[in-house]
């Protein structure tokens, strides 16, 4: 009974992704390549390569490269202040990419039409209720609303604020996806009673067996609990850094000297705002490159959510997901019960 009220509550979400389980894969530099993006997709879900800094030549390969072990659909995740922005969309019009995730603000003009024009679906996350709306009224496809308990790049507010502000009063005019902090079904069913469609998940399948981290980076995750995902300090008001959850080790010191450098450098008229933060999105890029390709988990970056508590150790993707499918079918059941 759960599981059947599962699939009409996911219902929407499912036929707009074209998969069986309206979990998204939360897109992580260096971690949502072919292998794990392959595995969500060919499990039920749906893979989300994250093109972080890559070169346009470099998103072709990860593409195609995917494309040949899955033939289920999958998403390309772009960051809208990445400098080769169109090219990146071409890219993924020519491979029919058939859904582009924006993040980082709000699209630059004329990107919504591009890539819409290519015959993919746009879908773009919303850090308030205002802005929300503004993706809408310009077109974009569906939303994910993420909350500060993510890992990565994150925003000022919970999951739970947000899901009560944004859900109420634009669930019905757009497919809305909820991220942050989600690490057991029994929250998945209580965001799709809401109104949400879907779910995006990262940090709960950064330790599957199809996931390319090095095993000190998952050993981290293993170990960790709730209160070891910190946020990055902002050292100078001028310079607007995107504050980075990830586990606490050295890093998050050496973040604040970088931050210190770049400020001096704004200082003395050396660089532009916009090519201050620049730095720090290429800073992040190889402090989590480190951690995550050469297994440097004290001098790199370990970005991680909240939910990072919850990873009890390395399972496949198929039997990850399936516990999730399970917790929610559950926690629908027991509800229908007592109600």
């Known amino acids: 009974m759960g599981h059947d009220r599962l699939k009409r509550l996911m219902k929407r979400g499912t036929d707009f992704l074209g998969c069986e389980v309206a979990i998204l894969g939360g897109a992580m530099s260096w971690i949502s390549e072919r292998h794990l993006v392959s595995a969500l997709s060919n499990a039920g879900a749906f893979g989300v390569i994250a093109c972080g800094a890559m070169s346009p030549e470099l998103l072709d390969t990860e593409i ?59 879908i773009c996350f919303a850090p308030a209720l205002a802005l929300a709306k503004k993706l809408v009224r310009s077109g974009v496809d569906a939303l994910v609303i993420e909350g500060m308990e993510a890992g990565g790049h994150i925003g000022p507010v919970s999951t739970s604020v947000l899901a009560q502000e944004i859900l109420p009063p634009l669930a ?29 998940l990262g940090t709960r399948f950064v330790c599957a067996n199809e996931c390319i981290a090095h095993p000190n980076f998952k050993k981290a995750f293993i170990r960790a609990s709730a209160r070891d995902a910190i ?8 310079l607007p850094v995107i504050p980075v959850r990830a586990i606490r080790n050295k ?43 050469e297994g440097d988990v004290e001098s790199g970056s370990v970005m991680a959510g909240q939910s990072v508590g919850m990873v009890k150790g390395e399972a496949p993707v198929a039997d990850i997901l399936r516990d999730l499918i399970d917790e929610a079918a559950h926690a629908l059941e027991r509800r229908s019960v007592h109600a």
Not at 178 to 186: L, R
């Open 251 to 293: 890093e998050m010191e050496s973040f604040a000297a970088k931050q210190r450098e770049v400020a001096g450098l704004l200082d003395a008229g050396t660089v532009e705002m916009a090519e201050a933060q620049l730095q720090i999105e290429h800073y992040w890029a190889g402090a989590l490159r480190r951690a995550v390709i």
């Open 172 to 200: 019905a005019d757009v497919p809305i996806f909820v991220a942050g902090g989600i690490g057991h079904g029994g929250l998945i069913a209580g965001y799709l009673e809401m109104g949400a469609v879907g779910v995006q």
């Open 64 to 122: 195609a490269e995917t494309k040949k072990r899955t033939e289920r659909p999958f998403g390309v995740n772009l960051i809208t202040m990445h400098p080769q922005l169109s090219e990146l969309i071409d890219v993924c019009a020519r491979h029919g990419v058939s859904h582009v995730v924006l993040a980082g603000g709000l699209p630059p003009p004329g990107s919504i039409d591009r890539i819409k024009g290519s015959g993919a679906k746009l």
């Open 231 to 238: 946020t990055s300090v902002q050292i100078d008001p001028r």
